[in-house]
């Protein structure tokens, strides 16, 4: 038994008719003849009473034809479903961020608009940190990740693509010695108490920072770590130490706490979108795409893009790293 075949009994049993179903079917008589004998016999049982004047259901006919309907409707259906997931408006997209990611001014933009213009797709958001984005990409756990990093040479399995080059500042009390300054540099930090990330918390900057700093003579004394941005901001207000945060997280708005610039062309981080490598899943490919779309769109663009350009979605050999 086959589709072709419940197909063919479908239309006959609607029609009773077998030229007009034959008709119906863009086929001659003979042919559905056959098709309706042989499923007959491997039923066990007749479907139909012929006469030469009239074509009708058996009981057994009667029964088998809600059956072979329910099948067929099931089947098309599923097939609906599928070419609306291979098409990208439907299914599932499991997005991984850091947990700083969600108070960027772009990351609630951008959700926003898939979720508007994609509304039958199921959107799951997880706050995963960098490293471990990877080992869920790795895991089929995530489809998309949005991570921290800097230069390194990226995984052969992971696609990443920069998303906005984003300049460290250092956060402290308004009434700290450096709060009347417009900004500092990194050589400015030897010394001074900082609040900082953990070094194992998977937040890419950690290396990065701490390599900038020696390179200018100094390992920097951090005094207190906190996995959250949030609560990083909310320490360098009670006048512990300075926050070194990401540029973007200066929403942050905490009472007594100014935001100052690090003067240094590698006091930087950057924000990356981290897919597995070869992917083929529309709806990865139109969230990637609608990202493009919302950074060219944004005021800074074209700051962007002199210093790295918006989102490329060709692998890349040495982009973005992460601890």
């Known amino acids: 038994m086959d589709?072709?075949?419940?197909?063919?009994?479908?239309?006959?049993?609607?029609?009773?008719?077998?030229?007009?179903?034959?008709?119906?079917?863009?086929?001659?008589?003979a042919p559905l003849s056959v098709a309706i004998q042989r499923l007959e016999a491997e039923i066990g049982g007749q479907l139909f009473h012929r006469t030469q004047r009239r074509v009708a259901l058996t009981e057994v006919g009667q029964v088998f034809r809600e059956h072979a309907k329910a099948t067929l409707e099931?089947?098309?259906?599923?097939?609906?479903?599928?070419?609306?997931?291979?098409?990208?408006?439907?299914?599932?997209?499991?997005?991984?961020?850091?947990?700083a990611s969600s108070l960027l001014s772009f990351f609630p933009e951008i959700i926003s608009a898939f979720r508007r213009r994609y509304s039958a797709v199921d959107v799951t958001l997880r706050e995963i940190s960098s490293s471990a984005q990877l080992i869920a990409l790795r895991n089929r756990e995530i489809d998309i990740g949005i991570v921290r990093g800097h230069?390194?040479?990226?995984?052969?399995?992971?696609?990443?693509?920069?998303?906005?080059?984003?300049?460290?500042?250092?956060?402290?009390?308004?009434?700290?010695?450096?709060?009347?300054?417009?900004?500092?540099?990194?050589?400015?930090?030897?010394g001074t108490p900082?609040?900082?990330?953990?070094?194992?918390?998977?937040?890419?900057?950690?290396?990065?920072?701490?390599?900038?700093?020696?390179?200018?003579?100094?390992?920097?004394?951090?005094?207190?770590?906190?996995?959250e941005a949030s609560t990083m901001v909310g320490l360098a207000g009670t006048g512990l130490g300075i926050a070194i945060v990401p540029a973007e997280l200066r929403c942050i708005h905490v009472p007594n706490v100014v935001f100052r610039p690090i003067d240094d062309d590698d006091a930087v981080t950057e924000l990356v979108l981290a897919c597995r490598a070869g992917e083929q899943s529309a709806l990865v490919a139109q969230f990637r795409h609608l990202v493009q779309v919302a950074l060219v769109a944004r005021p800074e663009a074209a700051t962007t893009a002199a210093t790295g350009g918006p989102i490329d979605t060709t692998p890349a050999k040495e982009q973005i790293g992460y601890n």
Not at 164 to 172: I, S, T
Request: aromatic letters at 8%; glycine letters at 6%; hydrophobic letters at 40%.
């Open 3 to 29: 589709l072709r075949q419940l197909r063919y009994f479908t239309v006959l049993a609607d029609e009773l008719h077998f030229r007009r179903a034959a008709e119906r079917l863009n086929i001659t008589q």
């Open 74 to 99: 099931r089947l098309d259906r599923g097939l609906a479903e599928v070419r609306e997931i291979a098409s990208g408006h439907a299914g599932r997209l499991q997005i991984g961020f850091t947990s």
């Open 194 to 227: 900082l609040i900082f990330y953990p070094a194992k918390s998977g937040v890419g900057i950690y290396e990065h920072f701490i390599r900038a700093c020696e390179r200018r003579g100094f390992t920097p004394e951090i005094v207190q770590e906190a996995s």
């Open 151 to 190: 230069k390194i040479v990226s995984p052969s399995d992971i696609s990443l693509a920069r998303l906005l080059r984003d300049p460290l500042m250092a956060a402290m009390r308004h009434d700290h010695e450096f709060a009347s300054r417009e900004s500092l540099t990194l050589a400015d930090l030897r």
